[in-house]
């Protein structure tokens, strides 16, 4: 048995077209699960074995997709990898996991292959790149490896808090249990056209839009990026789109989005970052219909979502979906907590809450289902830091629930930022700026951006105030090799001190809201 392959490859033999590229190539069922059956032969051949990670940074491209799904049926561990990082983040991804491969693109593969003894590949988003060539040439492998629910099919890295990395392992279970369910959660079916713009490196268009589409046999329309122009021009082929909050204002920012142009789309839904209340009430007013918003995490796929049939209600994240148990905790710590709960029901109509707080309470969220990973890869004191003694995962974000078991996220106590729908943590900004000579201490916020969501702002102290001028320039020059593009500052903003509490922690909540305007 292999669950995730089952799933994934259960329509590989039906003739419906399964991708179809902005440029007109197209894949049936067949051709695709050729594709994959190819790659999971490349990936044998080059030394990859049941278990083994393989690491891809490359563009998107069906081949990129080809090879997470080859990984899934030879048993290996895929671990995407964002396309932004840089290579001293690719560096730590690629020791840390011990991956026996590195599919990257063309321009560092020579160079990687003479500074390493790792086994490096190539694709580049164009059909081409080494690992492209000997696809090309392959047969076919027609063994699929056993595997476990247990067994991990992804691995996941999430910025850390304190500037590490963590590898979040994804089982086979975790994968396809939420891919079942969001499949009935969305009522997706074979006759579903997804518009595809998302990343493949992410949990979103990796596991929710790719995994959804190909369980069910729907076509994806599966564009590189989101281009403004593409997507319209691709819309009145589509049934169903998903996005990030930023696809859906740049559509709004454009006359061409208009109900004409939406009216037979049967779904729209958004995540991985929040969606202003105005975003929501201008894409009603402008289509007359409601996005779907849902809210997960890498570690745990989708948590909730409003429900297809019944009330979206702009502003919140809906209900748990089925299997997953999501509870409030109102105290920080483990001992003495005080606890609500809402378990995800069945049946969209009938939301079975165990016992629900009042609108009032705010409180950690925190979740069990069969989605949850089993925690990050080598860092047991981690993951025992954010799991529960009774297994529920700790998310990090505050939450409430209303009297009909909505779920409303009201911030989030690691400090994220989510930019562009990417996550940043702080630390890992704040370490570098602070290594720069003259600085004295940063401290890196996001701020509200019409685009971006929010951008990644630093507030510097200098040590010396006649360092002020300059300074900036050196820290974006020690940013730039170091840094992935959406992590570095937008802005830098130099004062002459942080504010402070008594307990001497920077009052971040006070520097929002003095500098909220800085990108309006
Ligand atoms: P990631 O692991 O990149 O998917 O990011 C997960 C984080 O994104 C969550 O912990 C939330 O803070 C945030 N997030 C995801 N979806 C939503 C949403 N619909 N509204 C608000 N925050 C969200």
Known sequence: MNPLYTLLARHSETTKIAIREPGGREWSYPEFFDLVARAARVLTDLGVESGDRVALQANKSTEALAVYLGCVQIGAVFL???TAYTESEIDYFLEDSAAALFICNPQI????????KRRVASLDGQGGGSFANLLESASVLLKVT??????LGAILYTSGTTGRSKGAMLSQQNLASNTETLVDYWQFTASDVLLHALPIYHTHGLFVASNVALATGATML???????????????AATTMMGVPTFYTRLLADSRFNHELASHMRLFTSGSAPMLLETHLEFERRTGQRILERYGMTETGMLTSNPYHDERKPGTVGLPLPGVQLRLSTDDSAAGTERESATGSESQTDSDVIARPTAATIGMIEVKGPNVFSGYWQMPEKTAEEFRDDGFFVTGDLGSIDD???????????DLIITGGFNVYPKEIELLVDEVEGVRESAVIGLPHADFGEAVTAVVVFEN???KAGVGDTIRQHLETRLAKFKQPKEYVVVDEL????MGKVQKNLLRQQYGELFS
């Not at 593969?109 to 390493?116: G, I, P």
């Not at 056993?146 to 067994?151: A, E, K, L, S």
């Not at 504010?499 to 008594?502: E, L």
């Open 465 to 467: 105030k006649a360092d």
């Open 499 to 502: 504010p402070r509490n008594t």
């Open 80 to 82: 995407p990898l964002n």
């Open 109 to 116: 593969e020579s160079v990687l292959a003479t500074q390493t």
């Open 222 to 236: 599966f564009h590189t990026s989101f281009n403004v122009d593409a997507v319209v021009a691709d819309l009145p």
């Open 146 to 151: 056993p595997r476990n629910n247990d067994d």
């Open 404 to 414: 009909d078991g909505y779920v409303t996220i009201v911030g989030r106590n690691k």
